[in-house]
């Protein structure tokens, strides 16, 4: 007795219809691109390990954002490389720092281009920890909530459209939520990193933001890679104190927090597509090992179907290409 083949069989090979019933597609309207902002003028500054990944000053940014929007990304996320650091990270809320001139001008080239901002200290201390550090050596929870919401109020100020907390502190979604309220900016959108783990996927990440800590670790206030119920726990505080958007970070080796996160709380969810996956990608792709596109598709898709709403990724520009054909 003859059986017919199995449906799904049948689809599988035809590639346009393949295509047109695949259960998961990645858009380049869900991309975000991170971009790294350096003092000074006539900077851009090729990161050697994020092959393809600049630093610009402000005065060469004008290219790089009209070549973004013209790709169809719709939204940077900006981080800072200050002239000078100090111990209280003074550059970060400053009205003249670097990411508060980069708004303003990205909104001069590009008015529509969403503009999200990392607001974090460790860019911007002289030690490269994510708050003020207390008399023991270790980062001072509770006064380090004044500087992240006077850093999120200076950026608002310049012109952002989300402010995006990811130093982990406890209680700062909601210290920031309501400075940004009280000063006449409660439409602001929060993007929480409210999953942010320990992780060794950050490191060519530190030297394109120069902020490595000198001295200790983070794992006093990032989450531990084998936890997932805690991740659970640190976004039901973040939701709680008003956040609009929520992020899991890295994507890669922590999909099942990203499905486990949608699936809880159904908020817009964002994943962060770290630096060391990108640069693993890039290396392999540059010995010959991998197709580089393939594999960045199925990167990206292996995010989308776990649940990110949103993706933030230095593939960005790479991926507008190819998912525009």
């Given at each position: 007795?003859?059986?017919?083949?199995?449906?799904?069989?049948?689809?599988?090979?035809?590639?346009?219809?393949?295509?047109?019933?695949?259960?998961?597609?990645?858009?380049?309207?869900?991309?975000?691109?991170?971009?790294?902002?350096?003092?000074?003028?006539?900077?851009?500054?090729?990161?050697?390990?994020?092959?393809?990944?600049?630093?610009?000053?402000?005065?060469?940014?004008?290219?790089?954002?009209?070549?973004?929007?013209?790709?169809?990304?719709?939204?940077?996320?900006?981080?800072?490389?200050?002239?000078?650091?100090?111990?209280?990270?003074?550059?970060?809320?400053?009205?003249?720092?670097?990411?508060?001139?980069?708004?303003?001008?990205?909104?001069?080239?590009?008015?529509?281009?969403?503009?999200?901002?990392?607001?974090?200290?460790?860019?911007?201390?002289?030690?490269?920890h994510c708050?003020?550090?207390?008399?023991?050596?270790?980062?001072?929870?509770?006064?380090?909530?004044?500087?992240?919401?006077?850093?999120?109020?200076?950026?608002?100020?310049?012109?952002?459209?989300?402010?995006?907390?990811?130093?982990?502190?406890?209680?700062?979604?909601?210290?920031?939520?309501?400075?940004?309220?009280?000063?006449?900016?409660?439409?602001?959108?929060?993007?929480?990193?409210?999953?942010?783990?320990?992780?060794?996927?950050?490191?060519?990440?530190?030297?394109?933001?120069?902020?490595?800590?000198?001295?200790?670790?983070?794992?006093?206030?990032?989450?531990?890679?084998?936890?997932?119920?805690?991740?659970?726990?640190?976004?039901?505080?973040?939701?709680?104190?008003?956040?609009?958007?929520?992020?899991?970070?890295?994507?890669?080796?922590?999909?099942?927090?990203?499905?486990?996160?949608?699936?809880k709380f159904?908020?817009?969810?964002?994943?962060?597509?770290v630096s060391?996956?990108?640069?693993?990608?890039?290396?392999?792709?540059?010995?010959?090992?991998?197709?580089?596109?393939?594999?960045?598709?199925?990167?990206?898709?292996?995010?989308?179907?776990?649940?990110?709403?949103?993706?933030?990724?230095?593939?960005?520009?790479?991926?507008?290409?190819?998912?525009?054909?």
């Amino acid at each position: 007795m003859a059986f017919p083949i199995h449906r799904s069989r049948r689809l599988r090979g035809n590639e346009t219809l393949r295509a047109m019933v695949a259960e998961t597609r990645v858009s380049v309207k869900e991309l975000i691109y991170p971009l790294f902002i350096h003092h000074g003028l006539g900077v851009r500054n090729p990161i050697a390990s994020m092959p393809g990944i600049s630093q610009f000053s402000v005065d060469q940014l004008a290219a790089e954002i009209k070549e973004i929007d013209g790709l169809g990304i719709p939204a940077v996320l900006l981080f800072g490389i200050p002239e000078c650091k100090d111990a209280c990270g003074s550059g970060a809320y400053s009205d003249d720092g670097v990411v508060q001139q980069a708004i303003k001008a990205i909104k001069d080239t590009c008015p529509k281009l969403q503009v999200i901002t990392d607001v974090c200290m460790c860019e911007y201390t002289d030690h490269g920890h994510c708050g003020i550090i207390d008399r023991n050596g270790v980062v001072d929870n509770d006064a380090t909530l004044e500087l992240l919401a006077m850093e999120a109020l200076s950026h608002v100020r310049a012109g952002c459209d989300i402010v995006a907390p990811s130093d982990m502190m406890d209680g700062r979604v909601g210290y920031i939520r309501s400075r940004l309220d009280d000063s006449g900016y409660s439409h602001i959108p929060i993007m929480s990193y409210a999953a942010k783990y320990a992780s060794g996927f950050y490191g060519p990440f530190r030297e394109a933001a120069d902020s490595a800590p000198q001295f200790g670790d983070r794992r006093t206030h990032q989450m531990d890679p084998a936890n997932i119920r805690e991740a659970l726990r640190e976004v039901a505080l973040d939701v709680e104190e008003g956040a609009d958007m929520v992020m899991v970070k890295p994507a890669l080796s922590y999909l099942d927090v990203i499905r486990a996160v949608k699936e809880k709380f159904g908020l817009p969810t964002a994943a962060y597509n770290v630096s060391g996956e990108y640069a693993m990608v890039k290396a392999a792709a540059a010995q010959g090992w991998i197709d580089e596109e393939r594999i960045v598709s199925e990167v990206l898709t292996s995010i989308k179907r776990a649940g990110a709403d949103l993706i933030i990724t230095y593939f960005a520009k790479d991926a507008a290409r190819f998912l525009g054909r």
